[in-house]
C-alpha cells in the first residue's frame, strides 16, 4: 500500500526554466510534509517542508505548495540550474509518528 | 549542524557472510533509522529505535536485525547476506518527530 506517490520516475528540464515535482498521498492524517534531494552515493538531504495549516512554503529558489483537498503537493524550482540535477523524493508523517513515509523519488535532469 | 556517519561508504561480501553496517550520529536524537534505496521503490524502512535498547520493525525487516546498545549508534546486521541485499542502505536520525538526518550511505555488494 503506496501512501505516498510520486507517478513520475524522470522530469528533464531546460536551465532556466522551471521544474515541477509532484507527489500525491492517500493518508488524510499526515499534517507534515518533506522534500529531500539526494544525489548518487550521497545520503538524502533536506530541502524544505511544510504543515498543513499552510497551503504553501518558500525557501529561495524552491517553493512547496499543499492542495490538502486534492491531497496532492509539488515542488517548484525557478529557476532551474544543473547543480538541481538529482532524485528528489518526497515524505509525510503525522502528529506524534517517528517515521516518515517516503515516495519512490522523481529524477531531474537539468540541460544546459 | 547534526552529523550521521556510516562505517564504510562502499563493501563487498559473499553469500551467506554476516554483515555490521554501523551508524553514528552526534545529535543525541532519540530516533535513529536504517533504510534501503533502490531504483524505483524509494526509501524503504527496514527498522528504527526510538530508545536505547528499543526497536521496531519496518517495512522490509526479513533478513535483518538491529542493535542499540548506546544512544549515538544503530548497527544493522545481515545475518547470512544474500544477493537480494545488493543495496544502498541510509543510516537516518531525528528528535521526536519529524525531519530525519542522513549519513553518506553504504553502497553493499553481495557477490
Known amino acids: 500500500d503506496q501512501q505516498v506517490k510520486q507517478n513520475s520516475p524522470s522530469l528533464s528540464v531546460q536551465e532556466g526554466r522551471i521544474s515541477i515535482l509532484n507527489c500525491d498521498y492517500t493518508?488524510?492524517?499526515?499534517?507534515?510534509f518533506l522534500w529531500y534531494k539526494k544525489y548518487p552515493a550521497e545520503g538524502p538531504t533536506f530541502l524544505i517542508s511544510i504543515s498543513s495549516i499552510k497551503d504553501k512554503n518558500e525557501d529561495g529558489r524552491f517553493t512547496v505548495f499543499l492542495n490538502k483537498s486534492a491531497k496532492h503537493l509539488s515542488l517548484h524550482i525557478v529557476p532551474s540550474q544543473p547543480g538541481d540535477s538529482a532524485v528528489y523524493f518526497c515524505?509525510?508523517?503525522?502528529?506524534?509518528?517517528?517515521?516518515?513515509?517516503f515516495g519512490q523519488g522523481t529524477r531531474l535532469t537539468i540541460n544546459p | 549542524d547534526v552529523k550521521v556517519t556510516q562505517s564504510s561508504r562502499y563493501l563487498v561480501k559473499r553469500t551467506g557472510e554476516k554483515v555490521f553496517l554501523e551508524c553514528v550520529q552526534d545529535m543525541d536524537h532519540e530516533n535513529m533509522f536504517w533504510y534501503r534505496q533502490d531504483p524505483g521503490l524509494g526509501l524503504r524502512l527496514i527498522y528504527f529505535?526510538?530508545?536505547?535498547?528499543?526497536?521496531e520493525k519496518g517495512d522490509i525487516p526479513e533478513g535483518y536485525s538491529v542493535s542499540r546498545e548506546k544512544k549515538e549508534r544503530f548497527s544493522l546486521i545481515l545475518e547470512s547476506a544474500s544477493t537480494n541485499q545488493t543495496s544502498m542502505y541510509l543510516c537516518?536520525?531525528?528528535?521526536?518527530?519529524?525531519?530525519?538526518?542522513f549519513g553518506p550511505g553504504t553502497r553493499l555488494t553481495v557477490l
Open positions: 537516518a536520525s531525528s528528535l521526536s518527530t519529524g525531519l530525519q538526518f
Open positions: 515524505a509525510a508523517s503525522f502528529q506524534g509518528a517517528q517515521k516518515l513515509v
Open positions: 529505535s526510538y530508545d536505547v535498547k528499543m526497536k
Open positions: 493518508n488524510s492524517m499526515f499534517d507534515y
